[in-house]
């Protein structure tokens, strides 16, 4: 059998410096980025996903950035192969792969082996759109929730795509997606990952994210956006032209300027609502994270910058590759 290749997996949650700190480590240990986050893998999607910038990119080579058109979706199945190659040839360089973001469906994947679950099945998926439709998106979580009150408590009760593929397991197999799930810590990984989180007090993270969405909107996201959903590709905003599918229209800070744009939120309401969005989904990073065994928090005070903490992540990969 052959060795299990040694990688350095760097994540937390949003805006907790993870992709400045993946940079700064990756540049010290020869090695190349390989972006786990489920919106950076689109084009045009810049300023809202916080990509690496210049200055980041000529630290080190990134991979699996500006890979799918913003029009399209983009699997969990489909990362997980450009990812695994990106590995393989970052190590055929004789170079480290430092796979970094917060994305925990791909971290997961990465790590543990890919759910594949029964075969999208269009009857049920149409059924289940038509109920939604009729009802509303929330009352099919509802329904969610009485029959697997742990997918329930995962999912967004506004995130259809997720509610349907759920419902659509329970439905085929009789069995709760949370219990098939499981299965996902049965395989023999091809990896020895040392795996570092940053962790922030509560107070400071929310600093960070109100920093962060200022910087967003002071730097054009509002323009992105509306370029993004005048494009004439994929499914776009209802009444309004295609140009973003429905994963990517989802994304923080995009859904709440698709709301101000569409007249749903006010020009004071925006940055607000983003905030929101973004605290929101920063407490489901870390539930997910909480779950993962093994992981080492790097615990970073407000003043910490990117090279301290590089020191230390250093420090335990040294530990880790004499094991």
């Known amino acids: 059998m052959a060795e299990a290749v040694p990688i350095l997996v760097i994540t937390g949650q949003t805006a907790s410096g993870k992709e400045r700190l993946a940079a700064e480590v990756a540049a010290r240990l020869g090695g190349e980025i390989i972006s786990a986050d489920s919106m950076k893998v689109y084009r045009s999607m810049d300023i809202g996903t916080a990509k690496a910038s210049a200055e980041q990119r000529a630290k080190a080579p990134h ?40 994305t925990p469906l791909y971290l997961k ?129 209802p009444g309004g032209p295609a140009g973003l599918a ?20 006010t020009a004071e309401a925006l940055a607000p609502a983003m905030i929101a969005h973004t605290r929101q989904f920063a407490r489901r990073q870390m539930t997910w994270l909480r779950r993962f065994e093994g992981i080492e928090w790097l615990n970073a005070a407000p003043d910490a910058d990117a090279e301290t903490l590089a020191d230390r992540v250093l420090e335990l990969w040294r530990r880790h590759m004499k094991v």
């Not at 500006?66 to 004789?94: K, M, N, Q």
Request: proline share 5%; net charge negative; glycine share 10%.
């Open 109 to 237: 994947a990465l790590l543990e082996g890919l759910f594949e679950g029964p075969s999208a099945d269009a009857g049920v998926r149409a059924h289940l759109r038509d109920e939604a439709d009729r009802c509303g998106t929330p009352a099919l979580h509802e329904r969610l929730s009485e029959v697997d009150p742990a997918a329930a408590e995962r999912i967004h009760p506004n995130d259809l795509r997720r509610i349907v593929r759920a419902l659509e397991v329970w439905e085929l197999t009789g069995t709760p997606i949370s219990d098939l799930q499981e299965q996902w810590g049965s395989r023999t990984t091809d990896y020895r990952p040392l795996v570092v989180a940053i962790r922030r007090d509560s107070g400071d993270l929310t600093r960070r994210i109100t920093e962060r969405v200022g910087r967003m909107i002071d730097a054009g996201l509002i323009d992105e956006v509306r370029a993004l959903a005048d494009r004439p590709v994929g499914q776009g905003r």
């Open 246 to 265: 429905k994963g990517p229209r989802q994304a923080l800070g995009y859904a709440e300027v698709l709301d101000f744009l569409d007249g749903r939120l």
């Open 63 to 102: 991979h699996l950035l500006d890979v799918a058109d913003p029009g399209e979706t983009f699997s969990t199945a489909r990362w997980l192969e450009l990812a695994e190659a990106a590995i393989r040839d970052t190590r055929a360089r004789g170079r480290v792969p430092v796979v970094s973001g917060g």
